[in-house]
């Protein structure tokens, strides 16, 4: 794991252990590697109405920011109407409920993570950007292993990240202060998240985004590896 200046608690002192009580995890990219099950949902629905598909590796940019937005960025410049979006977005949300766990999964090292932190007694949550219904069924049929205290996905009114209103909502919910939040994503998105929310940002390196976003957008640790983060909280 790679320490950046002045840590999760704003000092250039090392995490003690104990010092947080649960870890809230962004879905996509970081607990779920579900790019290819996205990506393809998406290129069919554009496939079938004529416009130009892409490579998968473009979703990595495309994912992060709800499913509007992915439908958005997805289609060519001058096809972005709100009629054209909307007929898209339903879609893209009919073909990814039928083919959603194609193959999708956890990333390496996600399973042994989550072991680690249920023996040491961290409560464990879910805050993301993809449709609630969606964030639900995957984590409960991919994840069922382990106990989320609280699994959220985006729902109206809730805002979307990077407002924190969502993960203020879940510490709430577990009557833990933000600030003993370890706050883990793979996006600049979720690092605003958690900063905004007094949680400590920590970047994973093993999802869909760059490492300089991460840097950029004021992560305080970085993990190489799912296990890694037992060094915050040993």
Known sequence: MLFLAGSCRQSHVLITAMTYKAVLFDLDGTLLDT???LGSAMNCVLAKRGFPTHKLDAYRFFIGDGAVMLVKRSLPKGQRSDETVQLCLKAFQNRY???W???TKPYEGITD????????GLKLAVLSNKPHVFTQRCVT???ADWKFEVILGHQDPLPRKPDPAGALRIAQLLKVP??????LGDSGVDLQTARAAGMCPVGVLWGFRPVEELQQNGAGALLKHPLDILDLVN
């Open 101 to 103: 766990n194609v193959k």
């Open 141 to 143: 049929e991919l994840l």
């Open 178 to 183: 933000p600030r003993q939040f370890l706050y």
């Open 113 to 120: 993570m989550l072991d680690a932190l249920t023996k040491r």
């Open 35 to 37: 790019l290819e099950d």
């Open 97 to 99: 409920a039928q083919t």
